[in-house]
C-alpha cells in the first residue's frame, strides 16, 4: 500500500498524522526541511528569551513516533506529479511515492520589495532557522527596527527587549493593529508597548534598509524621509501561505492552495490544510485563509477521518483567537471588527490603569452578543462561546461575565465596575452575579 504521505511537520501534519493512526494502519510519511521533530511555534520567542529549551518544546518524546509507526523524514519537496505517478521529488534527487498526499506546508513571512530587504542583518520571524539565525544577528546590536505591526512584531520587540537591546518599532496604521483591533483596544495596546520602552512609530513606513561599508545593515530611512541607525531589522508585516511546492502542479492555488469544505483540493487524494490552505466560500462569502495554531488542529482532526474515509467537512464553530501583547493576554470570541457594522453594537469597559479591557458586541434589534474582546482577563472558551452560539442578550452576559472567569473573585471589582458601567450607560439596573465555582462549591 502507498503511504500517506504529508509534507510539513507542523501542527497540521503532525494531528493528521497522528489522528489517522488512531484510525488506520496506512503507512504514514511526515516530510519536513525545518526540524527532525515536531515542536510548538507560538513557544519558540520563550527559547530565544531563556525560559524554554528547544527539547521543551516537543510535544511528543521523540520514540512516539517509531512506536507509532509515524515514517519522519528530513528534506525538502521541492516537486509534486499529481498527474500520473503519484509522486514527489526532494530537492536532494529522492522520489517518494503516496497514496494519499497532504499538502501542510505553513506560511511564509510577508515581504514587500524594500531596497535592502535582503541584506545581512534583516530577517523575519517563522521557523526555527529563524531563531538561530536572531541569535546570530542580534549580537553587538545598540538599536534593531522592526517593520509591521502584528502579533508577530510585538513577540519580536519582546525578545529583543529581553537581550535589552533597544526598540523601534515602524507601523503603517494610524493605531497599533487596527486593522483587527477596534481603537479603544489599540490605543490599550499602543500605550503598553511604549510602556516597556519600545520606539513606536505609528503612521511610519519604511522606505528602504540601508547597507554599511561591511555590507549589513545600518539603517532604515522612513518614507518621510528619516533615517534610524540600527544594526537589526525585523521584518513583520504578516505572512501568506506557503505555496511554493505546488506551483508547477495540477494542484490549484488562488492566496493559498484551494479547498473544499471537506479540505480537498482539485486533484484526487490531495489535500491541504492549516495555514497554506485556501477554503473555498460557497456564495458571496469571501475564501477562508485561517493562518491560526487551533485551526490548523480542528482541521486536521476532520482531514484525518476524511482520509480514513469518513469524508467529514471543516466546521470551525465559533471564531476564536488568543494572543499575548507583552504582559496582557488577548481573547476574542465570534467577531468583534475594528469598525462596528450596520445592525450593531458594543460596549466597551477599560480599567482606569490600562492594563483590562472589555468589549461585547451585540445586535441592535435581538440584543444577542455576537462577539467579545477581553484584555488582561482570562476567560473560559466554553462559556464564551455558549453564549455567542445560544445568541445571549447583552444583559444576561454583562450580567454573568464573572461566570466565565478563571477567579471570579480575584476580578470582583472589575465586574462590578463594568455592570455599574454598562448601567450608567444604558439606563439599565444590572447586578453583577457571582456563582460559586465548582471547586468552591465542593470546598465551601
Ligand atoms: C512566532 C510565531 C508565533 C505564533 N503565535 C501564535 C499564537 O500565539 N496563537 C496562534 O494561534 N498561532 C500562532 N502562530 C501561528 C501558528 O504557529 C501557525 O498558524 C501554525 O504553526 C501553522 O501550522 P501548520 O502546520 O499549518 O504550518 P507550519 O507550522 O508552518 O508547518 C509547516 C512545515 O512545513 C515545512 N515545509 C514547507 N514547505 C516544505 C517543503 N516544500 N518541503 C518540506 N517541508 C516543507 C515548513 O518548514 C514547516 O516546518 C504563531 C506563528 C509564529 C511564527
Given amino acids: ?92 534527487g529522492r522520489r517518494i511515492s503516496y497514496g494519499k498526499l497532504l499538502i501542510a506546508t505553513g506560511s511564509k513571512s510577508n515581504k514587500f520589495g524594500w531596497p535592502g530587504q535582503d541584506l545581512p542583518g534583516v530577517q523575519g520571524l517563522y521557523s526555527y532557522q529563524d531563531v538561530e539565525l536572531l541569535e546570530e544577528n542580534s549580537r ?3 538599536r534593531a527596527v522592526l517593520v509591521g505591526g502584528g502579533l508577530i512584531g510585538i513577540e519580536m520587540a519582546e525578545m529583543l527587549l529581553s537581550r535589552h537591546i533597544p526598540v523601534t518599532f515602524l507601523v503603517r496604521e494610524k493605531f497599533y493593529w487596527n486593522n483587527i483591533l477596534p481603537e479603544a483596544e489599540s490605543l490599550l495596546v499602543s500605550r503598553h508597548i511604549r510602556e516597556h520602552g519600545v520606539d513606536l512609530r505609528l503612521e511610519t513606513n519604511l522606505k528602504a534598509i540601508l547597507p554599511g561599508a561591511d555590507g549589513r545593515v545600518t539603517a532604515v530611512m522612513t518614507e518621510a524621509g528619516e533615517r534610524i541607525d540600527c544594526q537589526l531589522v525585523g521584518l513583520t508585516p504578516g505572512v501568506h501561505p506557503n505555496i511554493e511546492v505546488v506551483k508547477n502542479s495540477a494542484v490549484a492555488t488562488g492566496r493559498g492552495v484551494l479547498v473544499n469544505e471537506y479540505l480537498e483540493t482539485n486533484i484526487p487524494d490531495v489535500y491541504a490544510a492549516g495555514d497554506c490552505a485556501e477554503i473555498v466560500t460557497e456564495g458571496d462569502g469571501r475564501n477562508r485563509i485561517e493562518q491560526l495554531w487551533y485551526t490548523g488542529r480542528m482541521q486536521a482532526q476532520a482531514l484525518a477521518k476524511t482520509i480514513c474515509g469518513e469524508r467529514t467537512p471543516y466546521e470551525r464553530g465559533i471564531w476564536f483567537n488568543s494572543a499575548k501583547f507583552m504582559d496582557i ?116
Fill in 1 to 92: 500500500m502507498e503511504p500517506l504521505v504529508i509534507i510539513g511537520n507542523g501542527i497540521t501534519g503532525i494531528t493528521t498524522a497522528r489522528h489517522v493512526r488512531k484510525r488506520s494502519d496506512m503507512p504514514i510519511v511526515v516530510i519536513s526541511d525545518e526540524t527532525d521533530h515536531f515542536f510548538s511555534r507560538t513557544a519558540l520567542m520563550y527559547i530565544f528569551m531563556g525560559h524554554m529549551r528547544f527539547k521543551d518544546t516537543k510535544p511528543y518524546q521523540d520514540w512516539f513516533w517509531k512506536k507509532n509507526r509515524i515514517e519522519l523524514m528530513r528534506g525538502f519537496v521541492s516537486e509534486i506529479d499529481t498527474a500520473n505517478n503519484k509522486a514527489l521529488r526532494l530537492r536532494d
Fill in 140 to 142: 553587538n546590536v545598540t
Fill in 329 to 444: 493576554e488577548y481573547q476574542t470570541y465570534g467577531y468583534v471588527h475594528n469598525q462596528p457594522r450596520d445592525g450593531e453594537t458594543s460596549f466597551y469597559w477599560e480599567h482606569p490603569g490600562g492594563r483590562h479591557g472589555v468589549r461585547i458586541v451585540y445586535q441592535n434589534d435581538s440584543e444577542a452578543v455576537t462577539g467579545m474582546n477581553f484584555f488582561g482577563i482570562r476567560m473560559r472558551q466554553h462559556t464564551c462561546e455558549g453564549w455567542i452560539r445560544d445568541e445571549t442578550p447583552v444583559d444576561t452576559v454583562i450580567a454573568n461575565l464573572a461566570e466565565a472567569n478563571f477567579d471570579p473573585e480575584l476580578f470582583r471589582p472589575h465586574w462590578e465596575a463594568i455592570v455599574t458601567a454598562y448601567n450608567r450607560e444604558r439606563g439599565k439596573q444590572l447586578r453583577a452575579n457571582f456563582r460559586p465555582s465548582l471547586f468552591q462549591r465542593i470546598f465551601a
